[in-house]
Structures are given as structure tokens and as C-alpha cells.
């Protein structure tokens, strides 16, 4: 502005701190008004008000603090403007008994609070459960000739709503519409949403169909606050209809809402209603994780629906994603239960090329698979490969004695072999002894196994024990003397 000859005067350059101050830009503007004071322009009770206005919706509480002592120093009296400020921020950071002490003094000061000012102090008790000092405060706006506001009553009916107090919410609510005070969207959300947490649908109902009859106009929050009620109440078939309207009025709720709801309709076997909203969802312009990719491929698969499921999968890549782990699970556990075992396996053993690691999970879905299927020797094959997980393989063995699947001297040996490769010994004697408990006789490659991992260790005495124990295959003896 200099270079152009123009000379900034306090109106400019409070317009300019406004601005950064709402941006954000609060060194900027701190920089600015550093640049007003060495120029000779004197800050204005604006000037402050602006930038501790910003300070404080920014949490520079120290920063809001000097500039205020500031202004005492330079002898600018506080306004209204900066009295709300003051206790807005003091609100916020949960000081209310503060916030009271300033409004206190503004009164001594002869600044009598404005609605915005009592607002405030009702929405933060009511926010802290003290609903009957909000109301005193009400009383008192009153009694002073300050009629509530709709943010006023707003921040009440929130704060019976909070305490479950919904004959009271809703007691305030027609006093409002009473003193001709038209409650807006905020406090019709506020009333649905506390019916819905109260598990009073059909109330939060009633007050849906009046905004539709009257207005305000719906929004998001009013339908997902529905929604999501109706699911958690099993109410299905009725969250189903509702959500129809939804789409049809060609609104989306939010990406966490649809989430869900995408979530609720594939748990209720609502496939149909899933896909459309899916595809609601991607032609909203919604920016898609995996999360609702995985959650609807776990609702396909769960219904059968394995094909879609499949080409849903496959979409990933197109569209820039990569699956997870859990995303893996839920495909290869939909592949074994249609008996698609080569290709469940197959995308098992892709995992590694698609940056994947494979966890315990995993290999559960995939052992699980083989056994239902009766492909044993796959399944020891794989719960070899688990033993560095030796907890999970562990359960896993007990689990396949447990749901009768027959294991052979050769799956057991198998295991043992890979327990003692990776020094787990103890765990290798642990499975003989559950060998012995279910009556599988060892055979001389087992005590062998045993013998050799003993010595490699160091453990002679030990390896003795077991010769000792089991003397009839003496031939393992050779081992020792090697």
C-alpha cells in the first residue's frame, strides 16, 4: 500500500487484522499491529477486540492475557464486545465460575451483559450438568429486561436433553414457541436426538414429521440422527424406508454417518439397501477409504453374495486403493465358506507381493478353511508356518483336536520338527505330551526330533531323559554319541 502512495489509516488496518485473525494468521496479524504502533496509529478498543478475539478461539490464552493488560495500560476501557470475548474463552476452557466473575465486574462497571454474554453462560453450565444455575441465569436475563434468543433456549432444552430430561427439554421447547421464539434446526437435532439416546423413536418421530409440515428445512444431522436410532432399535425395515426418502431428496449424510448406516444394513442382511447406498456414497463425491469397501465385501460375503463380493475386491486397485489385512480376512474367509479353496489360497499367498503382512488372523481364516474342507495336511502345513506365533498356533492345535479333526503321528511330528527349528523345545515337549493324552503313539522320527534339538542345545541330560523314557526305540541313542 506504501509503494502506491496510499497511507493505511486504524480503519484499514482493522480491517486487515480481521481478516487474518478469522484465517487464522495470527503471527501475521501479531506482525501487523507490531507495524501499526512504529507508525505512529494507535490501537482502538477494534483493534484489540479483534486480535483477542482470535488469541482466544486459537487457545493463545497468554497471548489474549497481554494484550488485554495492554489495553488497561494504554487506558482503553473494555466494551461489551471484549467482556463476551473474555468470558466466551473462559467458558471454553471450562473456568464458568471465572466467566461469572467477569460478568460480575462488567456490571460494577456499568457494562450491562448482553444476550450473546448470558447465552454463553447458559450453554456452558448446561454443558456441565448444572441445568438449574443455567435456568437461574435465565431468570435473571429476564428479570433485567433480556429476552432468551433461540441460542438461548437451545442451549437449555441441550442441557435437559444431557441429564435425560426430556419431559423438562421438552417443556422448554413450547415455552419458547410460546413466547414466539421459532426454534430452528439446532433445536429440533437437539430434541430428535435426545428422544433417539432416550429410546423414545416415536416421539423424535412426531417432531421429524412437524419440521417436514413446517419447517426448518431438514438437515444431515436430522436424518442420521434417525437413522442411526432406528438401527440401534432394530427398528430395520423403518430405517430402511426413512433411508429411501433420504436418497430420494438427494441428500447424503456424512462419510462417519454412512459408515454406520452402511455397517447396520450389511449386519441386518439388508444387502440391497447396502449396494445403493454404497453407491450413494461414491457418486456423492464422499472421498472413499477402504473402510466402506471392506465393510460392504464382510456383508456380501456373510450373505453368500461372493461373486459381487469378488468384483468389489477387485475395484480396489482401480481405485487407488490397497486392501489391509482385515480386508484380506474377510475375502479369503468368504472364498473358503463357498469352497473356492485354490482361489482363497492363491489371494493368501498374494498378500506379501501387495505389501500386506500376513498375521495371525490370517492364517486362521485359511486353516479354518482347509479344515472344514478336510485338507488337513494343508492346514498342518500352515500352522508349521505359525510357530513363531506359538500362542495362536497352540490354539489352533487344541482347537482342531477339539472339533474332532484327525491328526496323525505326521501332522504332530511336523509341528514338533518346526517348534524345535525355531528353539521353542519347551513348546515341542508340550506337543508330545498332548500326543500322548490323545493316544497317538510316537514313532521313532518324533523321539528323534526331540533328541536332536535337545543336544543341539546343550541340553544332554535332558536328551537322555528322553531315551531313557521312551528305551524301546534305543536307536535314537546313535544321536548322542554323534
Known amino acids: 500500500m506504501e509503494g502506491t502512495g496510499f497511507e493505511p489509516d486504524i480503519v484499514a488496518y482493522n480491517t486487515i487484522l480481521d481478516c487474518l485473525c478469522k484465517k487464522g494468521l495470527l503471527k501475521e496479524a501479531l506482525n501487523l499491529f507490531s507495524e501499526m504502533k512504529v507508525k505512529g496509529i494507535r490501537p482502538d478498543i477494534i483493534t484489540y477486540n479483534c486480535l483477542i478475539h482470535g488469541m482466544c478461539n486459537s487457545g493463545w490464552q497468554e497471548e489474549a492475557t497481554r494484550l488485554l493488560n495492554e489495553m488497561f495500560d494504554n487506558n482503553i476501557s473494555l466494551d461489551i464486545v471484549t467482556y463476551t470475548i473474555l468470558v466466551d474463552a473462559l467458558c471454553t476452557e471450562g473456568m464458568i465460575s471465572k466467566a461469572v466473575e467477569i460478568v460480575n465486574t462488567m456490571r460494577k462497571q456499568g457494562i450491562e451483559p448482553n444476550v450473546v454474554t448470558y447465552s454463553t453462560l447458559v450453554d456452558a453450565h448446561c454443558k456441565e450438568g448444572m441445568v438449574s444455575k443455567a435456568e437461574d441465569i435465565v431468570d435473571t436475563m429476564i428479570k433485567r429486561g433480556i429476552e432468551p434468543d433461540v441460542i438461548t433456549y437451545s442451549a437449555l432444552v441441550n442441557g435437559h436433553c444431557l441429564q435425560n430430561e426430556m419431559d423438562k427439554a421438552r417443556g422448554v421447547f413450547n415455552l419458547m414457541i410460546e413466547k414466539g ?20 423413536l416415536d416421539e423424535a418421530m412426531e417432531l421429524f414429521h412437524e419440521i417436514s409440515r413446517k419447517g426448518p428445512i431438514l438437515d444431515t444431522v436430522t436424518y442420521s ?15 430402511c424406508e426413512l433411508f429411501r426418502k433420504v436418497l430420494a431428496s438427494g441428500q ?23 449396494l445403493k447406498l454404497f453407491e450413494a456414497m461414491r457418486n456423492s463425491g464422499l ?10 465385501i464382510d456383508g456380501l460375503c456373510k450373505v453368500g453374495h461372493i461373486k459381487v463380493a469378488k468384483e468389489l475386491f477387485h475395484q480396489l486397485s482401480n481405485n487407488g486403493l490397497k486392501p489391509d489385512v482385515y480386508t484380506y480376512c474377510l475375502m479369503i474367509n468368504g472364498l473358503c465358506k463357498d469352497g473356492l479353496l485354490d482361489e482363497a489360497y492363491r489371494l493368501f499367498g498374494s498378500m506379501g507381493d501387495n505389501d500386506c503382512s500376513l498375521d495371525s488372523c490370517c492364517y486362521n481364516v485359511m486353516i479354518r478353511g482347509f479344515l ?12 508349521t508356518e505359525m510357530v513363531g506365533q506359538q500362542e495362536e498356533a497352540t490354539r489352533l492345535l487344541n482347537e482342531m483336536v477339539d472339533i474332532n479333526i484327525s491328526l496323525d503321528v505326521v501332522t504332530y511330528t511336523i509341528l514338533i520338527d518346526a517348534l524345535c527349528e525355531e528353539g521353542m523345545i519347551s513348546k515341542a515337549v508340550e506337543t508330545v505330551d498332548m500326543m500322548i493324552k490323545e493316544d497317538i503313539e510316537l514313532d521313532v522320527v518324533t523321539y528323534n526330533t526331540l533328541v536332536d ?30
Open 372 to 383: 472344514r474342507n478336510s485338507y488337513t495336511s494343508k492346514a498342518t502345513q500352515l500352522l
Open 287 to 296: 472421498e472413499l477409504d477402504i473402510v466402506p469397501y471392506t465393510i460392504l
Open 225 to 239: 440422527t434417525l437413522l442411526q436410532s432406528m438401527f440401534q432399535l432394530g427398528r430395520v425395515l423403518t430405517a
Open 453 to 482: 534339538a535337545h543336544c543341539k542345545t546343550g541340553m544332554v541330560s535332558k536328551a537322555e531323559d528322553i531315551i531313557l523314557k521312551f528305551y524301546i526305540y534305543i536307536i535314537s541313542y546313535s544321536m548322542i554319541i554323534d
Open 181 to 200: 421464539c421459532a426454534p430452528d434446526i439446532v433445536t429440533y437435532n437437539t430434541m430428535i436426538n435426545g428422544y433417539c439416546k432416550g429410546k423414545r
Open 252 to 274: 447424503i449424510p456424512d462419510i462417519v454417518t454412512c459408515l454406520i448406516l452402511l455397517n447396520a444394513l450389511c449386519k441386518t442382511g439388508h444387502i440391497e439397501e447396502a
